[in-house]
T-cell receptor
């Protein structure tokens, strides 16, 4: 199947700093990528839809100024958590759909804000 | 609003047993349904994808069925192995291609040797 690569796999940062997470589709082009967040023992929840060459679409309750998304090419989307706080600690994971059908996920990023 | 429910939340079985994981969704207007496996602290591995027009898909010891009209899907695992221990997630996509997924909370499976 298609491969989606996410980096880093884990990161620890100080409160108030920013963290950038990269999501790459390695063997296909993705005009749309999705960013999800998963808190412990909870389901994956969609945060935003990343659209190549245009602004991201955010789900209700997700602050667009805090979670900056850039989708500058057909194979790369980035999520930047700005001014991170301990409550932002979570598992962040991206996905892309090959041929608009099956969804493939990155490895996920475990963010811990201390 | 689409909601996905998975039952049971956790399941422990001895090696060799056949087992069934259940998934239900509230809105039958789905485009497709996917089953994923998630190991602790890891990403998602796609197991099976069922298009809305299909009734089932099989891959090795895994078989997934879909009854769209009743809003149900099952994942059947035959001859379970300790390596099958993981969390299994069911997710549906809304009624068009390339949309985001709505996930259930998952079933955490433990297979003992």
């Amino acid at each position: 199947g298609a491969v989606v690569s996410q980096h880093p796999s884990w990161v620890i940062c100080k409160s108030g700093t920013s963290v950038k997470i990269e999501c790459r589709s390695l063997d296909f082009q993705a005009t749309t990528m999705f960013w999800y967040r998963q808190f412990p023992k909870q389901s994956l929840m969609l945060m935003a839809t990343s659209n190549e060459g245009s602004k991201a679409t955010y789900e209700q309750g997700v602050e667009k100024d805090k979670f900056l998304i850039n989708h500058a090419s057909l194979t790369l989307s980035t999520l930047t958590v700005t001014s991170a706080h301990p409550e932002d600690s979570s598992f962040y994971i991206c996905s892309a759909n090959e041929m608009n059908t099956e969804a493939f996920f990155g490895q996920g990023t475990r963010l811990t804000v201390v | 609003k689409q909601e996905v429910t998975q039952i049971p939340a956790a399941l422990s079985v001895p090696e060799g047993e056949n087992l069934v994981l259940n998934c239900s969704f509230t809105d039958s207007a789905i485009y497709n349904l996917q089953w994923f496996r998630q190991d602790p602290g890891k990403g998602l591995t796609s197991l099976l994808l069922i298009q809305s027009s299909q009734r089932e898909q099989t891959s090795g010891r895994l078989n997934a069925s879909l009854d769209k009209s009743s809003g149900r899907s099952t994942l059947y695992i035959a001859a379970s192995q300790p390596g099958d221990s993981a969390t299994y997630l069911c997710a549906v996509s809304l009624n068009q291609a390339g949309t985001a997924l709505i996930f259930g909370k998952g079933t955490t499976l433990s297979v003992s040797s």
